[in-house]
């Protein structure tokens, strides 16, 4: 394929990336190639969040190909979430003023509670919308949503945060990768994901501390944001691992739900009795 100056790229197919990603290698050189991805692109790589990007052009096709830096590295391991690494750059980008800004003028999208609801709920398998629990949360999850939730400064998000989405470099350099998903919204949707997959329930308090939030910033109202995010992305990652064919991690993420949404009720049927 002639790209960029007329060199002629061979395109290998990348794993796990729906024809979307391909290792472009000219005679020595090597490019990481994608199909269409967010314009946001170019402000995370001058940054430093992404590898960086070399080119942009438009196909024959009128598709977009960006070509970025190829890195020789290796992705992150489940058991690596836990790095201080991992927190910083979500921190970085949660933080970033600069980087939300960019994102509203390329035409960011805004993701408020409904939004997840209506994402859930888009090409859902009907074995999914039968399932009795997962009916039960969703009800709960709509009910749920008031005044709270909108009265939240929100963030850039990553929006699809897992270890197979962290590149660690030869150099202890890590970059965060597939921004497709990216959106300004709670920044605690962006948080649940990453500890529904990664940290048990009873560690989840001592690692928000360890993020930065103080005993102060543990109200009621982050307390129900909490629970509405991490039920929210369960029924995601469900659905995820469903189409995916992951019976293992739709299954040990069925326990999670339930463990969480029965919590969620017994403290109600609590303040009713009281």
């Known amino acids: 394929m002639p790209l960029n100056g007329n060199k ?23 490019v990481f190639f994608k199909k269409n991805t967010s314009p946001f692109i170019s402000t995370l790589s001058a940054i430093g969040l992404v590898p960086q990007l070399k080119w942009t052009q438009r196909t024959y096709s009128g598709e977009v190909l960006t070509a970025q830096e190829w890195i020789d590295g290796q ?10 690494e991992v927190t910083q750059i979500i921190k970085f980008y949660q933080d970033n003023q600069f980087l939300l800004e960019m994102l509203s003028q390329v035409g960011g999208s805004t993701k408020r509670p409904v939004d997840y609801i209506d994402e859930y709920f888009y090409d859902l398998p009907q074995a999914l919308a039968n399932h009795q629990l997962f009916e039960a ?63 048990s ?47 293992y991690k739709m299954n040990e993420t069925i326990l999670l739900l339930r463990a969480i949404y029965r919590s969620s009720q017994d403290k109600h049927n609590k303040k009713a009795r009281s």
């Open 137 to 199: 949360v969703i009800t709960y999850l709509e009910q749920s949503i008031d005044d709270s939730f909108y009265d939240v400064e929100y963030t850039v998000c990553h929006g699809d945060l897992n270890h197979n989405n962290l590149i660690l470099t030869p150099q202890e350099e890590l970059f965060l990768v597939d921004w497709e998903s990216v959106c300004i919204s709670d920044p605690l949707s962006d948080l649940t994901m990453l500890l529904c997959q990664y940290f």
């Open 8 to 30: 002629k790229w061979t395109l290998y197919p990348l794993r796990g990336s729906s024809g979307e990603a391909f290792m472009g290698v000219n005679d020595d050189e090597r």
């Open 75 to 84: 992705l992150l391991q489940p058991c690596h979430m836990e790095k201080h």
């Open 201 to 247: 329930p009873s560690r989840w308090y001592s690692w928000f501390k360890s993020f930065g939030y103080e005993t102060t910033d543990f109200t009621p109202r982050f307390y129900k944001r909490v629970e509405w995010y991490s039920l929210m992305n369960c029924l995601l990652l469900i659905k995820s691992y469903f189409l995916s064919n992951h019976s």
